[in-house]
Nanobody, 123 residues
Framework: QVQLVESGGGLVQAGGSLTLSCAASGRSFRNYAMGWFRQAPGKEREFVAAISESGGSIYYADSLKGRFTISRDNAKNTVYLQMNSLKPEDTAVYFC????????????????WGQGTQVTVSS
C-alpha cells in the first residue's frame, strides 16, 4: 500500500511556474512507476506525465511536452512536476498516482491516488 500526498499547488499568473510535489509513504516507493493527472471542472481526468520506477522512462501528454517536467527522488520518496509557461487552460486539480500495471498513460493502470492539489492560472 502507498499513501500519496500532493503539495505545491496555488494561484499563479499566466506565464508563471509552479512545482508540484507528491510525497509517498509506505514501503517500496521505488518499485512503483508514478504518474500525474489533472482534472478541470466539468472535464474528465486526463494524463499529464509519468515516470518509470528508476526514472529511466518518461512520458508526457503531447500537448504538454516542453512545458512540464516530471522527475522523482527515490531517496526522498517523492515525485515532482515542474510546470513552466503556465496557461489559464492548465487550471485544474492535479493528482499524483502510483501505477499497478499496464500502460502508464492509461488512468486505469494506477492503483493508488493522492487527494489532489489545486492549480489556478489567472490570465
Amino acid at each position: 500500500q502507498v499513501q500519496l500526498v500532493e503539495s505545491g499547488g496555488g494561484l499563479v499568473q499566466a506565464g508563471g511556474s509552479l512545482t508540484l510535489s507528491c510525497a509517498a509513504s509506505g514501503r517500496s516507493f521505488r518499485n512503483y512507476a508514478m504518474g500525474w493527472f489533472r482534472q478541470a471542472p466539468g472535464k474528465e481526468r486526463e494524463f499529464v506525465a509519468a515516470i518509470s520506477e528508476s526514472g529511466g522512462s518518461i512520458y508526457y501528454a503531447d500537448s504538454l511536452k516542453g512545458r512540464f517536467t516530471i522527475s522523482r527522488d527515490n531517496a526522498k520518496n517523492t515525485v515532482y512536476l515542474q510546470m513552466n509557461s503556465l496557461k489559464p487552460e492548465d487550471t485544474a486539480v492535479y493528482f499524483c498516482a502510483a501505477a499497478g500495471s499496464g500502460r502508464l498513460v492509461v488512468i486505469d493502470s494506477y492503483a493508488y491516488w493522492g487527494q489532489g492539489t489545486q492549480v489556478t492560472v489567472s490570465s
